[in-house]
């Protein structure tokens, strides 16, 4: 069956430190899109990808960057972990790039930054 | 950034009641979309609206796409408890997507 994963789903990191999540999907869909969780703010995008080497900032795009070089893959970096990088990421991928038609989000990624 | 929001921020319902919850925005979104959350989990796609006053349903679900675009609307009749969850609306410009704070529904049996 086709899934979306993200890996690690949890993970404690120092500040400073250079921290990437991974996000894997096997639905062959050509939209991705990184976002976090935090609590009174609901989700923000962070990136989102269109395609193959294809990379958009999204609202809070600032401290982050992301990387297109396959369909099923779309890493998040963190440059330089900041106490205000702790929160819930979660991963999607979707048919269209609004979101709908065939649209999954992986089970999220919990990070930590001491 | 983009705002929108969401009420009622909670809700307690005796199962059986039908629960109605509404998100609004001070700008226009070419696209509405309802989530549900479960604990732990990611949200989950409930239903897409794509162009103004458009009312769909999926189940005992209804959404509403409002006539300024600007807002949205979701029902569900009959609750059970497994609509347990955090209900979230979310709008798309048509490259950005924003995200309401949520409906924590909590059903009573």
């Known amino acids: 069956d086709a899934e979306i994963t993200q890996s690690p789903r949890h993970k404690i990191t120092e500040t400073g430190r250079q921290v990437t999540l991974a996000c894997h999907q096997t639905w062959n869909h050509n939209n991705m899109f990184w976002y976090r969780q935090d609590l009174g703010h609901g989700l923000r995008l962070i990136h989102y990808?269109?395609?193959?080497?294809?990379?958009n900032k999204g609202e809070v795009s600032d401290g982050y960057s992301v990387s297109r070089s396959n369909t099923e893959d779309l890493p998040l970096t963190l440059e330089s972990a900041a106490s205000s990088q702790t929160s819930v990421y979660f991963c999607?991928?979707?048919?269209?790039?609004?979101?709908?038609?065939?649209?999954?989000f992986g089970q999220g990624t919990r990070l930590t930054v001491v | 950034g983009q705002q929108l929001n969401q009420s009622p921020q909670s809700m307690f319902i005796q199962e059986g009641e039908d629960v109605s919850m509404n998100c609004t925005s001070s700008s226009i979104f070419n696209t509405w979309l309802w989530y549900k959350q479960d604990p732990g989990e990611g949200p989950v796609l409930l239903i897409a609206l794509y162009k103004a006053g458009e009312l769909t349903s999926n189940g005992r679900l209804t959404a509403q796409f409002g006539i300024t675009r600007k807002d949205s609307f979701l029902n569900i009749s009959a609750s059970i408890p497994s609509d347990v969850g955090i209900y979230f609306c979310?709008?798309?410009?048509?490259?950005?997507?924003?995200f309401g704070t949520g409906t924590s529904l909590t059903v009573i049996p």
């Open positions: 990808s269109y395609g193959v080497q294809d990379t």
């Open positions: 999607a991928s979707s048919e269209s790039r609004a979101g709908t038609g065939s649209s999954f």
């Open positions: 979310a709008g798309y410009t048509g490259n950005q997507f924003y």
